[in-house]
Structure formats: structure tokens, C-alpha cells
């Protein structure tokens, strides 16, 4: 029977049963999901949140939560059918996972991918440091892999790393750079695509596409004009999409759209909204200023007047 007093705190739902240890630590780059009464705002202290942002950068990609955690012996969680999926990766010592009747032994330098369907436990023999994130139970992210769960070797450690600890860095700042923090976000969720997703044969030629479309002057493009390119039809282009970047290719190329409207918005010294429209791809104004309404809740005329103030 475990002694209370060994635990910061304990906890039993319907879908997990965890105890942390006294000195267990945990650096949230969101809203942490551990007792509010333990959360400071501190990163220094033991159990760290930041303060919210006026934007949900990493929801807004379907991560739920993610953190940097450093744990000491005694630490175990037990999951079951939970209403996320879970991604670690191990930077220093080891737990043992339990999963499927298998006991194994999460190194330095390994991945952990398990789906909301499975049910598994992790507990440290010594210590285990990591980072994690939650992912959203939805089409979004669920079309990555249809494993319920994945142990291997982490292909893009070093990759996630850079971005995982800068967001981290970055959100705790009284001053903070919204610009960075989407910057960071977006990496994060490419290198976790590419982690789980384990075939990286399509990534390259959509990335270069991807790229010129940044670039590179942006009139009308259609989904199946760039499928082409691809050798693939209209559905199993967008299937790829959804795959490797959460969304369909309409909605990237509205995103490169809008990042761009917004730096040349920002950029310019006598902003001149008509041609910023047509360097973006739009017909008119009008055009824009809806499409720009739309996905930043704010038409160009009031977010100009907010950069003024």
C-alpha cells in the first residue's frame, strides 16, 4: 500500500489513478491539468503555468496540454480510454511502461504515442525527465496513425526540443512575443506529425510547394491544380493534408494568406490596404477585409488602429 505522505498529491478518476512524489516538477506551456492549488506562475517553482494568453496558440492546433516534467522514483500514473492522445518523449533516466502485457523500459532519447483508446501504466525505477503533450480526440489528429500505441527510437528529439523549451521560455516572459509563441507552435505540431505519423515520403515535395507559396507572389491556387503537381486527385491530396498538417490545403493557403496580410500590415510605414490585398492573393478590398475579419476576428482598419495605440 502506497504512503500518502511519500506524494505531493494523489489522484483517482474513471479514467486514471497517478501519484506525484514530493520533488516531481512540472513546466507547463499551457494550462496544466494537476491540482490548481499546487500551480504557481513562477517557472522556477515546483508545478508551473503560465498566465493565459489572449490567444489559445497551441488549442488552436489540438494540443490540449504540454509540459516539461522532471520526476524522481514513486511517480505512476495509469491510464485508460482517456479523452486525449499522449506523446512523451524521455530526455534522461527511464520509466517502465506496462501496455498490452509488455513491460518496457522508456530510454533516453525514446518516444511514447498512445492513443485515447489504450490503457497503460508508467512508473519510475530512479528518475525520468520529459516533455509530453495532449492531443485532441478528433479526426485532426487521430488520422495520423491508426497504432493504438507507438515505442520507438524519437526521430526528431533534437527537432522538438528547440521549440518545446523556446515556447517555454517565451510564455513565461512578462512581455511576451505572440509572433514567436506561433512560430514555436507551429513547429511543435509539424516535428509531432512527422514523429507519429513514421512515412515522410510526402512531406518534402509538400513542404518545397508549401514554401514557394510563402515566397512567392499568391494569385488563385487550387487544391487540384497543386494535387497534380503531386500525382494524386483532389480527395487523397487533402486526405494528406489533413494528415501531415491537421487541416485541408484550402485552409493552409488561407493561413499563408493571412501570416502574410498581417507581417505586411505590421511592416509598412504607410500601410496601403489595397495593395496588400492584391500582394495576398484578392481580387478587392472587400475581399480581403472579410477574409481577414473572419480569421482574425478584427477587420485591417481596427488592427491598424490597435498597432497605433
Known sequence: MRKKNKYLWDRKTGTSLQFWPQKSTERSLIKPTVPIEYVSN???????????LPIKI?????IQHAAI??????????????????????????????????KIRLKEGMMFYASSKSEYSLEIPKYWNMFFFHTEKSPRWNLLTKDVYIVKQAE????????????????YKEKRSL????IYADMI????????????????????????LQTSSIQTIHTK?????????????????????????????EKIKMQRAKNKLLSAQIPNISKIAKDCGYANVHSFSRAFSRYFQITPSEFLKKIDK
Open 69 to 102: 516534467s522532471e520526476h524522481d522514483a514513486g511517480f505512476y500514473t495509469q491510464r485508460a480510454n482517456e479523452d486525449f492522445n499522449y506523446i512523451s518523449f524521455t530526455t534522461g533516466g527511464s520509466v517502465i511502461l506496462k501496455i498490452d502485457g509488455k
Open 42 to 52: 513562477n517557472p522556477s517553482d515546483q508545478i508551473t503555468a503560465p498566465h493565459p
Open 189 to 212: 505540431e509539424i516535428f509531432l506529425r512527422r514523429e507519429i505519423s513514421g512515412n515522410h515520403s510526402d512531406w518534402y515535395n509538400l513542404d518545397n510547394i508549401l514554401h514557394d
Open 58 to 62: 497551441l488549442r488552436e492546433r489540438g
Open 179 to 182: 509572433r514567436l509563441l506561433e
Open 225 to 253: 491544380q497543386i494535387a497534380q503537381q503531386l500525382g494524386m486527385n483532389t480527395y487523397k491530396f487533402d486526405k494528406l493534408c489533413l494528415k501531415n498538417y491537421g487541416v485541408k490545403f484550402a485552409k493552409i493557403v
Open 156 to 171: 526528431f528529439l533534437e527537432e522538438l526540443k528547440f521549440p518545446t523549451y523556446n515556447f517555454f521560455n517565451e510564455v
